[in-house]
């Protein structure tokens, strides 16, 4: 079975920094595209960010500038640097991947980690 497991959330206060990571585990040959997405309360989920296999990147158009995605192939794992973070941030974080277990690529989601930031 594969698994999606985010780590990194908590309580930042505006203005500051903050970093999330999410690891993929299980019987995978190979990872490909990557991405980050949040749902705010009240709102519908939406795209922050995704990776491809070979590194290249695209961003949600309010957040370019502030926030950096990148992976480690090794390791199965995709990271997210949030800087110059504001209220409008605060949301459940949800990484998901394309993964090959046998020769079909799906699609898995994370459980979501909440990020709150606050003054």
């Known amino acids: 079975q594969v698994q999606l497991v985010e780590s990194g959330g908590g309580l930042v206060q505006v203005g500051g920094s903050h970093r999330l990571s999410c690891e993929a585990s299980?019987?995978?040959?190979?990872?490909?595209?990557m991405g980050w997405y949040r749902q705010a309360p009240g709102e519908q989920r939406e795209l922050v960010a995704t990776i491809t296999g070979g590194g290249s990147t695209n961003y949600a158009d309010s957040l370019k500038g502030r926030f950096t995605i990148s992976r480690d192939n090794a390791k199965n794992t995709v990271h997210l640097q949030m800087n110059s973070l504001k209220p409008e941030d605060t949301a459940v974080y949800y990484c998901?991947?394309?993964?090959?277990?046998?020769?079909?690529?799906?699609?898995?989601w994370g459980q979501g980690t909440q990020v709150t930031v606050s003054s």
């Open positions: 299980g019987s995978i040959r190979r990872v490909n595209d």
């Open positions: 998901s991947a394309s993964i090959v277990m046998f020769a079909i690529a799906t699609q898995y």
